[in-house]
């Protein structure tokens, strides 16, 4: 059974720092892009950031970008996504995704076949 689970989540204050992480088991994911969604309340799931396979090509959502950095790491079969100078507005439950094959870069939720359960992010003002 493939799983895909997330840690890392928490309340921080605007400006600081978060480091999720997304664990996977049941099968290996080293050929497959991989990327980080996220849902605020009352609105709908967005695009964070993904990676592809080799880690070599990610992509960003211009909301995070130069402030989110998404990584991986094949021999563990984790991803991370380090947040920093946190604002408000990024509270949301944040998910890790994983497309069954191909590396490409996708910001679509449809092209992501496996999702974790989420975890809580929250930053105070």
């Known amino acids: 059974q493939v799983q895909l689970v997330e840690s890392g989540g928490g309340l921080v204050q605007a400006g600081g720092s978060l480091r999720l992480s997304c664990a996977a088991s049941?099968?290996?994911?080293?050929?497959?892009?991989m990327g980080w969604f996220r849902q605020a309340p009352g609105k709908e799931r967005e695009f964070v950031a993904c990676?592809?396979?080799?880690?070599?090509?990610?992509d960003y959502a211009d909301s995070v970008k130069g402030r989110f950095t998404i990584s991986r790491d094949n021999g563990k079969n984790t991803m991370a996504l380090q947040m920093n100078s946190l604002k408000p507005e990024d509270t949301a439950v944040y998910y890790c995704?994983?497309?069954?094959?191909?590396?490409?870069?996708?910001?679509?939720?449809?092209?992501?076949?496996?999702w974790g359960q989420g975890t809580q992010v929250t930053v105070s003002s």
């Open positions: 990676v592809s396979w080799s880690g070599n090509r990610a």
């Open positions: 995704a994983a497309r069954r094959s191909d590396s490409g870069i996708y910001r679509a939720s449809a092209s992501y076949d496996y």
């Open positions: 049941g099968r290996t994911f080293s050929s497959s892009t």
